[in-house]
């Protein structure tokens, strides 16, 4: 299994060894370029500064790209300010201009919506699927799903309140697991979608862009 990072900007780092502490036989790769992202059957998107990272999406011509991998069926976990660039509607906040998003996520977030540095915290979370314990969150200047639209489902809640949803092949947490020694989370969305499964969905989304014909042969 090739995993890829997104290495642009951000915690990325704490993500390869995480990853690497959930499944010592995982091929941890950081992506940075169109190319590298072609090659990953998983992807995660680190936390860090969102508009920082939405621009540096672009100015890599990684915007389009994502985009259409996400809409293919991408294994993707999102964390914190990745899971801001996925979500389809965000909500006007104190933290600034608000970037571009890629639309993956029927959900609408707030950026940092917990407080800023002095509020982040640890907090026990419960996780779909985690039975055996709640799961050690950290929270770190978070955003807050503040709706979950109907074609996402909440998978993970501190409290009553919202921390995590998925919707098909795509995770998105408001806080970090990367930043726990628990590899349970990890470990549970490497295994969500069989790599067997994954290939061949993309070998079939090859064949297809490959024989797709031309704008002049379709004349």
């Not at 990272?53 to 100015?59: F, K, S």
């Not at 069926?73 to 965000?90: F, K, N, V």
């Not at 915290?121 to 929270?139: D, I, N």
């Amino acid at each position: 299994m090739r995993i890829g990072v997104l290495a642009v900007q951000g915690d990325f780092p704490e993500h390869q060894r995480a990853i690497a502490r959930a499944d010592p036989r995982a091929e941890v790769v950081p992506v940075r370029s169109p190319a590298e992202l072609e090659q990953v059957d998983r992807l995660f998107l680190p936390g860090g500064e969102s508009t920082a990272i939405a621009g540096l999406l672009q100015r890599n011509g990684l915007t389009e790209p994502l985009r259409r991998r996400l809409s293919e069926g991408l294994p993707t976990l999102a964390t914190c300010a990745g899971l801001i660039l996925l979500a389809r509607r965000l909500s006007p906040g104190a933290g600034g201009p608000d970037p571009p998003t890629l639309g993956a996520l029927d959900v609408t977030v707030r950026r940092n919506d917990y407080g800023g540095q002095r509020e982040s915290f640890e907090a026990p979370v419960r996780v779909a699927g985690l039975a055996t314990a709640p799961f050690p969150g950290v929270f770190i200047r978070a955003p807050r799903i503040v709706e979950v639209g109907r074609r996402a489902q909440a998978m993970a809640w501190l409290g009553n309140e919202v921390v995590g949803v998925r919707q098909g092949n795509v995770w998105g947490l408001t806080f970090h697991p990367e930043l726990s020694t628990d590899a349970r989370l990890i470990a549970a969305f490497l295994a969500s979608v069989p790599a067997s499964a994954q290939k061949t969905r993309n070998k079939a989304t090859t064949m297809t862009r490959r024989t797709r014909p031309t704008a002049t042969a379709a004349k």
